[in-house]
């Protein structure tokens, strides 16, 4: 037996050898990893560890999201999922770092703080549909899909038409597109496309704009195949509320909204689509964009002023600026009354061309006319046709010089032509879309 106990003596030897060198590496990894951490904490003005939960370190986390070192990167994620909704400011470097970052644990861990901040912007589903679809990683994608899932639960109400990023080619509801392909792709070029349709799950009252969504789906079609805008460069809101729409296109008297931090001053093309209901100030007779949230009888208090939209747009250091508006301001609406009584209000909606003199804005109506549906294409009458025209039918005999390009007064003219016909053939109303800005300027170039 004296073998067996020389054997259990000299195996417990080894086992307290390992033991020893675990702790003894324990002892120098833990100090190192822990000043390690210290180190890049105060690189980035981190000096108490009660201030990594605080909205203060909100500004120096995102300025660590583009350190060079991943694990840096992927720490300053997690602390901004501590802080929470405080971080919101955080959200756009985030979508970005999910989509750009080479290191898949920092992708995913930029997604889960975004989910943790409590951010459901229709960006970010879009970001989740394409990491769960495309991004290296497998792993990865399937938590991105899941979670994309998820999201899609939580802010889809019951009813809204849901529409995926795999919509079918060509177009939405039965109305093909033909959206020619960029020549090359915008760098810097910055979209806001929003779709307002389910106005009565919160005001009954208020009618839904039932092609709103395929109008957004077929407008984001056009600025990322046509324009050749970057996927991670449009900001999609579908259904949007009073606070999305102040927290994009910022406030009156501070223009600096998300839009203004996505653009690259003087680099930057700026796109803007807005489909849904207008309303008329009852008090003011000032023309707002109706939020999904608001109430069309207290519009002054919910709704977003036209004229501060123009003014902040106005401000940016944009290179160039294309709005276009697919509602109208009248009160009334294809699909019923938006404003009770509305026809008594004379409108005071301040000037496209004297709030925005360097862009092209495009309006659906005049100030006393009904923005008109496509039934056929389940669309607004103004984007279907904006979509033809601006993609080469506005350059066709008759209507352009057959050039291969469109510019902003051929495009003018077949609005004008086809719009006002189609809306007085279909509904027996007058229906005149606005157009302005600068005459020659080319919005499209077909294949030469």
Request: one cysteine or more; proline letters at 4%.
């Amino acid at each position: 037996m004296k073998w067996l106990a020389q054997g259990t003596e000299a195996r417990m030897m080894v086992r307290n050898a390992v033991l020893c060198i675990v702790a003894c590496l324990l002892v120098i990894t833990f100090p190192a990893q822990s000043e390690a951490r210290r180190q890049w904490y105060e690189a980035y003005g981190i000096h108490d560890k009660h201030e990594l939960t605080a909205p203060t370190a909100v500004p120096k986390m995102i300025e660590a999201l583009a350190d060079r070192d991943a694990r840096v990167r992927k720490s300053a994620a997690g602390i901004l999922s501590k802080i929470g909704p405080a971080a919101e400011s955080a959200v756009p470097r985030l979508l970005q770092v999910m989509a750009d970052d080479r290191d898949a644990n920092t992708r995913k861990a930029a997604l889960v703080a975004i989910y943790k901040i409590g951010y459901r912007g229709s960006d970010y589903f879009a970001a989740l549909q394409k990491s769960g679809q495309q991004d290296a990683h497998p792993k990865l994608r399937a938590y991105a899909a899941k979670l994309a899932g998820k999201v899609e639960a939580e802010v889809v109400p019951v009813g809204q038409i849901a529409r995926s990023a795999q919509a079918s080619p060509g177009g939405t509801g039965k109305f093909t597109i033909n959206m020619p392909k960029a020549a090359e792709q915008n760098r810097y070029g910055i979209a806001v496309i929003v779709g307002n349709r389910n106005y009565s799950a919160v005001n009954k009252d208020v009618p839904n704009v039932d092609f709103a969504i395929n109008d957004a789906d077929a407008m984001y079609r056009y600025v990322t195949e046509t324009l050749g805008y970057r996927e991670g460069n449009v900001i999609l809101l579908k259904d949007a509320t009073q606070a999305d729409l102040i927290s994009t296109f910022g406030a009156r008297g501070n223009y600096k909204g998300k839009l203004y931090d996505w653009l690259r001053p003087d680099e930057s093309d700026v796109f803007v689509f807005y489909s849904g209901h207008g309303a008329p100030g009852l008090r003011d007779g000032r023309g707002y964009l109706l939020p999904v949230d608001a109430d069309p009888m207290k519009v002054e208090l919910n709704g977003y002023p036209l004229d501060t939209l123009y003014a902040n747009i106005g401000q940016l250091p944009a290179r160039n600026v294309t709005m276009v508006i697919d509602a109208c301001f009248s009160g009334g609406s294809a699909s019923g009354s938006v404003v009770s009584n509305a026809s008594s209000i004379s409108l005071k909606v301040v000037k496209a061309e004297t709030s925005v003199p360097q862009a092209t804005v495009i309006t659906a109506a005049g100030l006393s006319e009904v923005a008109s549906w496509d039934k056929e294409a389940e669309m607004g009458l103004l984007t279907r046709n904006f979509l033809e025209g601006a993609t080469g039918a506005a350059d066709a005999e008759g209507f352009g010089n057959e050039d291969g390009r469109v510019t902003v007064a051929e495009l003018k003219k077949f609005l004008s032509e086809e719009v006002t016909y189609k809306a007085r053939r279909l509904y027996g109303r007058d229906q005149t879309p606005q157009v302005t800005g600068n005459a020659k300027k080319v919005i499209f170039v077909g294949e030469q």
